[in-house]
């Protein structure tokens, strides 16, 4: 299976991987704007592949600015390779130990396990399965395995103390701390300047082969951001709606 195939999705509860048959296009090459958080995940995943212990890794910050995108951009990037990629939902987190008897038994392969949009909400216990699930417990965590995650949220966990009746309210927070640390890798996406939000315009405009003059397609660009945003997400959408605007 894995000889054949470099993506799948995990399915928890049956204890399947479905093969992704429908691979994403996108090339690494295409997202600008990144391009110091792309030199990051790409040093850090290509160590992996080298056999080398790298470190988890969480990519946070802004919607639409590219972390998941990134992530699925590596599969084409380092198709030649031993790289395997495994998408785990939340529902299925704390099925994790199962899938890590099936990427014990292929040392061959490097798997990178992906948690995608991953958060947690205050009063939500989630968050300790991922922990243990990260630490491994007893059981060592195989060493050709590493975690890659995105979410919105710099900390994975909304933290209030209103309302709070511990009587130690400071030890709920190191406990939520302590779930970010487990990432050694932490790669910020920020917010885009309008002048950066053109330069993706353009790209895009490029690679869809959208023939408008430069003039005319940045003040529609600016028209489009003022409803929706300058992000990367805002931009490919303003690209694709060109004809209908």
């Known amino acids: 299976m894995f000889e054949k195939v470099t993506a799948f999705v995990w399915n928890g509860r049956e204890r399947k991987l479905k093969e992704v048959k429908r691979l994403p296009k996108i090339q690494i090459n295409e997202l600008i704007g990144i391009e110091k958080q792309k030199n990051l995940i790409i040093s850090n995943t290509k160590s992996f592949i080298e056999g080398k212990r790298v470190n988890n890794v969480l990519l946070w910050g802004e919607r639409g600015t590219g972390k998941t995108t990134l992530i699925k951009a590596l599969i084409n990037n380092f198709r030649e390779s031993s790289l395997r990629i495994i998408q785990v939902l939340k529902s299925d987190i704390i099925t994790i130990?199962?899938?890590?008897?099936?990427?014990?038994?292929?040392?061959?392969?490097?798997?990178?396990?992906?948690?995608?949009?991953?958060?947690?909400?205050?009063?939500?216990?989630?968050?300790?399965?991922?922990?243990?699930?990260?630490?491994?417990?007893?059981?060592?965590?195989?060493?050709?395995?590493?975690?890659?995650?995105?979410?919105?949220?710099?900390?994975?966990?909304?933290?209030?103390?209103?309302?709070?009746?511990?009587?130690?309210?400071?030890?709920?927070?190191?406990?939520?701390?302590?779930?970010?640390?487990?990432f050694g890798l932490r790669i910020g996406f920020y917010r885009f300047s309008e002048s950066e939000y053109f330069e993706i315009v353009k790209n895009y405009a490029k690679l869809h082969k959208r023939k408008i003059p430069e003039e005319q397609l940045l003040q529609k660009a600016h028209e489009w951001s003022l409803m929706h945003g300058t992000s990367g997400r805002s931009a490919y959408q303003f690209v694709l709606s060109l004809n209908v605007l």
């Open 97 to 182: 130990p199962l899938l890590y008897d099936i990427v014990y038994d292929h040392e061959g392969f490097r798997f990178i396990i992906f948690l995608d949009d991953l958060s947690f909400n205050e009063n939500e216990g989630d968050f300790r399965d991922l922990k243990i699930v990260m630490d491994g417990g007893i059981e060592e965590i195989p060493e050709n395995s590493v975690i890659y995650a995105t979410s919105n949220r710099r900390n994975l966990l909304s933290v209030s103390l209103q309302g709070e009746s511990e009587l130690f309210p400071e030890d709920s927070l190191q406990e939520r701390a302590s779930l970010i640390e487990r």
